[in-house]
């Protein structure tokens, strides 16, 4: 068991530009979760797929975000023509449903600084 | 989602037992409560849950109440490396499709006096 692994662990980018970060879940997890963090805050809860399914997505941002998780394993989270405010830690996590319950187990993240 | 309330810090010394408040008032009544822990530089990391009952596992214990607006986390013996900040959550019990991620608020951000 690796755990979830993000990347990169840091990004630098300027407005405007276009990001995408990688998430690999751990490898029997159905589940993948992506999530916000800002300064002093609690992650704020983006989207998640079970399997290559997208089943929540409302809660992305703006339509400047979007993720993917093409074959049900890794998920890719991007976001268009980035803005100051995009600044923030981007956690990934995953879990494998169970009636009982939804542990969820978080990777280290990706922090991204738009400049 | 559940709105969770928490003190915003909390302090304590080692090797005493640590009692960590939250209050959940507008959980559902299917929703399990969640505790997570986050290190500095850190994604947060699984503590403890439950839905009615009181639960124990090796990291901790959690106390809910009766009916179920709050509930408590205990940390037996507090060591250094029990220094984080505490996150109590609603939500993220397996529904068959709705929306399962979690909900943090703010947290406690515990400090350990050696």
């Known amino acids: 068991d690796t755990g979830v692994s993000q990347d990169p662990r840091h990004k630098i980018t300027k407005r405007g530009q276009n990001v995408t970060f990688r998430c690999d879940p751990i490898?029997?997890?159905?589940?993948l979760y992506w999530y916000r963090q800002t300064l002093g805050q609690g992650p704020e809860f983006l989207t998640y797929?079970?399997?290559?399914?997208?089943?929540?997505k409302s809660r992305l941002l703006s339509d400047r975000f979007s993720a993917e998780r093409p074959k049900g394993s890794f998920s890719t989270l991007e976001i268009q023509r980035t803005e100051q405010g995009d600044s923030a830690m981007y956690l990934c996590?995953?879990?494998?449903?169970?009636?009982?319950?939804?542990?969820?187990?978080f990777g280290a993240g990706t922090r991204l600084s738009v400049l | 989602d559940a709105k969770t309330t928490q003190p915003n810090s909390m302090e304590s010394n080692e090797e005493e037992p640590v009692h960590l408040p939250c209050n959940h008032s507008?959980?559902?009544?299917?929703?399990?409560i969640h505790w997570y822990r986050q290190l500095p530089s850190q994604g947060p990391e699984y503590v403890i849950h439950?839905?009615?009952s009181n639960v124990n596992n090796r990291m901790a214990s959690l106390a809910i109440a009766e009916d179920r607006k709050s509930s408590t986390l205990i940390l037996h013996r507090a060591t250094l490396r029990d220094a984080a900040v505490y996150y109590c959550?609603?939500?993220?019990?397996?529904?068959?499709?709705?929306?399962?991620?979690?909900?943090f608020g703010k947290g406690t951000h515990l400090i350990i006096q050696p």
């Open positions: 797929f079970q399997n290559e399914a997208q089943l929540e």
């Open positions: 959550t609603g939500g993220g019990m397996y529904s068959g499709g709705g929306a399962d991620g979690l909900t």
């Open positions: 996590a995953s879990s494998r449903a169970s009636l009982a319950k939804n542990i969820q187990y």
């Open positions: 507008t959980i559902s009544g299917t929703d399990y």
């Open positions: 439950g839905l009615t």
């Open positions: 490898s029997e997890h159905n589940r």
